[in-house]
């Protein structure tokens, strides 16, 4: 290891200091709804019939100017879906998550059905000769004749709660909401071409989508998500749901009237979500749900500026551009990125978007973060979530997209501080814009958080853009997931975060678990947060304090210092590192992670008269974390060699 002041301990420097002030920090953003009134908005909303947001198919010179590559590309996939059949989605798959658990195999069925209705849709606005559109037409009528559109998983606030859907109660709900704008969408693009098929398939589209969506959006405040019923800010649903609602009454609503009784409620409603958004922009869900969050923010705010000719306009707002910067602050290299709660490590993140808000609010940093490294073959194929609602403006915004992405590289933040309570997270690296070096996160926050894992005082260290110690983030999503037996799965636990657990306790969910007198303080040559994490801790540990303290001194290395006092001695006392790096044999004071992949290797110091080292080998076999992680991960536990009632442990990493 190379000798560094980090060898002298910890001390103040000269910085700027920062602590949380939660008044500031909470500071109300500017309101849709009180900004553009409804008697202003019916001034400004452009009626249905001259609301033109993109070509139709049959305007033929501006689908045929799309990049040849896209075009291809498209028309491919949609001939891959036209020889496949409607996959079904019978009863007794919809109650698997009733009577299992299970919510996985009927998503990914319904998953096709939409991803078949994207494609096809594309497809045959691309080409525009009418082979797509029985199998389009098939897969419409086929989505018309669900018994409902939301997931097993969410149906469960119908009266009759979980199980098969009631349809007397249509529940608006994440992807009901989804199929609404998607079929809005096709029916806008494609009404003419589908009636050569039969006159009944856009009319039932159109009664379905207003039956399921926006008569009970329109009649009912109820739903939860929409803000309305609670006094707590809704999370992602929020946005999304608004989002997709939105689109949907722009495109198929004909009673004008109706249609701006929805619009202003949508703002009403996103208002709920907005005007109590952290100021700093800060997204304590992460940001693989700041692109359900922020990202959907930005579709409502669009549909709003198309559909007024651009006289409803936020882009200027401070709070708009900070939530937009989120995802910039918390990328550390790749497609790797800060996952705090839920998140995943590894985020395959909306890259148009990315770069269009990025365009709005005039920041170079956020366009460059979406134009970057850009893989064309990813960008045109239909993910498995993606929408044409987001699909639609980034084909035509491609040529912009695409020459910036010739000559961008990735901004790569190098100090980051978000400082409301909820998140308080720090992320510093040894150089602006280069991976080269180490690069830190931590966060102090509380347990209190949407999606929350028990991580108050987490860090995480990579190196040369490769990840060292780790979140080990979500596994797949089951009914246990948002149960009350949520932490009794291994990944949400402290003990499998780089955590302390203290007289056999870990941390406990909940907001009063948080961290206290948090302090940030960076300049030139360091970065440093310092939190005490005992109160995330129940008394049971027996905790009087514990003062985390992280720091990056640049082109150095990363101390990661735990002073503790305990109420009385233990030596039940062990520190958590989780790698999904090859961990070396423990010698006397030393370990190394390698990643099996580069090569690249940071070494880590302890003090080997204070800590014994395991190592465990935790055998992967949930999908979503194999994806993220291959198919092992590495737990590193420190345990203290006597009882001890006070002291003082550091870790040193730097590169090898």
Not at 202 to 208: D, G, K, L, S, T
Not at 250 to 277: A, C, Q, T
Not at 336 to 353: E, T
Request: charged share 25%; glycine share 6%.
């Amino acid at each position: 290891m190379t000798s560094s002041p980090l060898r002298r301990g910890f001390c103040l420097f000269a910085a700027v200091l920062v602590a949380a002030l939660p008044g500031e920090l909470a500071a109300e953003n500017t309101s849709l709804s009180r900004t553009y009134p409804k008697e202003e908005l019916a001034r400004m909303l452009l009626p249905r019939d001259r609301w033109h947001p993109f070509p139709k198919a049959a305007e033929r010179s501006a689908w045929q100017a799309l990049p040849p590559e896209a075009r291809k590309a498209i028309v491919a996939e949609g001939e891959a879906y036209a020889q496949q059949e409607v996959p079904r989605l019978p009863a007794s798959l919809y109650l698997e998550f009733l009577r299992e658990g299970n919510r996985s195999r009927y998503q990914d069925v319904w998953l096709v059905r939409r991803q078949m209705l994207h494609a096809l849709a594309l497809a045959e606005c691309i080409e525009g000769k009418g082979r797509f559109l029985d199998p389009l037409a098939d897969v419409v009528w086929a989505i018309c004749e669900e018994s409902s559109w939301a997931w097993p998983a969410h149906v469960g606030v119908q009266r009759a709660g979980s199980g098969l859907p009631d349809t007397t109660e249509p529940i608006v709900a994440l992807f009901s909401a989804e199929t609404a704008s998607a079929l809005a969408w096709t029916v806008y693009l494609l009404e003419d071409e589908l009636d050569t098929v039969s006159p009944q398939i856009c009319r039932r589209a159109v009664r379905e989508v207003d039956q399921r969506i926006l008569t009970p959006y329109h009649d009912r405040e109820d739903f939860g998500w929409m803000g309305f019923s609670s006094r707590s800010r809704p999370n992602n649903w929020n946005p999304w749901v608004n989002s997709n609602v939105l689109a949907a009454a722009l495109l198929l609503e004909e009673d004008e009237g109706r249609r701006l009784e929805i619009v202003h409620k949508v703002m009403r409603s996103v208002d709920k979500f907005l005007v109590p958004y952290p100021a700093d922009g800060s997204c304590d869900e992460g940001p693989s749900y700041w692109g359900r969050a922020g990202a959907s923010l930005f579709d409502n705010l669009e549909w709003l500026f198309r559909a007024t000719d651009g006289r409803i306009d936020l882009y200027a707002d401070p709070a708009i551009q900070e939530i937009g910067r989120f995802i910039l602050r918390t990328h550390v290299a790749g497609d790797y990125f800060v996952n705090v709660g839920d998140c995943d490590a590894r985020i395959d993140f909306p890259r148009d978007l990315v770069f269009r808000y990025g365009t709005r609010i005039g920041d170079p940093q956020l366009q460059a973060l979406g134009a970057a490294n850009l893989d064309r073959a990813a960008l045109y194929a239909t993910p498995r979530l993606a929408s044409l609602g987001r699909t639609l403006p980034m084909l035509f915004n491609l040529d912009k997209l695409l020459a910036a992405a010739e000559s961008t590289s990735p901004p790569l933040v190098r100090d980051v501080w978000l400082a409301h309570p909820d998140l308080q997270l720090m992320a510093a690296r040894d150089k602006a814009g280069s991976t080269d070096g180490l690069y830190v996160a931590a966060w102090a926050g509380h347990n209190g958080q949407s999606h929350n894992h028990n991580d108050v005082g987490n860090f995480l260290v990579y190196a040369g853009g490769r990840p060292m110690v780790v979140d080990v983030g979500r596994p797949t999503y089951t009914r246990q997931t948002f149960s009350r037996d949520r932490y009794q799965i291994w990944a949400m636990q402290s003990g499998y975060h780089n955590l302390p657990t203290v007289n056999g306790c870990t941390q406990k969910p909940g907001s009063r678990y948080a961290a206290k007198d948090v302090r940030y303080t960076v300049d030139e040559a360091s970065a440093q947060l310092e939190m005490d994490i005992a109160p995330s801790y129940p008394g049971e540990a027996g905790l009087v304090s514990w003062v985390r303290t992280v720091r990056l001194t640049r082109g150095e290395g990363v101390a990661v210092s735990d002073s503790f006092r305990l109420k009385e001695p233990t030596d039940s006392i062990v520190l958590s590192l989780m790698t999904p790096c090859e961990v070396s044999p423990p010698a006397p004071g030393g370990l190394a992670f390698r990643d099996a992949e580069t090569g690249t290797t940071v070494g880590v110091e302890y003090a080997p008269a204070q800590l014994a080292v395991e190592v465990e080998t935790i055998e992967l076999d949930d999908a979503a974390l194999m994806k993220v992680w291959g198919p092992r991960l590495y737990r590193v536990l420190l345990q203290a060699n006597s009882p001890q009632a006070e002291g003082t442990w550091t870790l040193r990493f730097a590169p090898k």
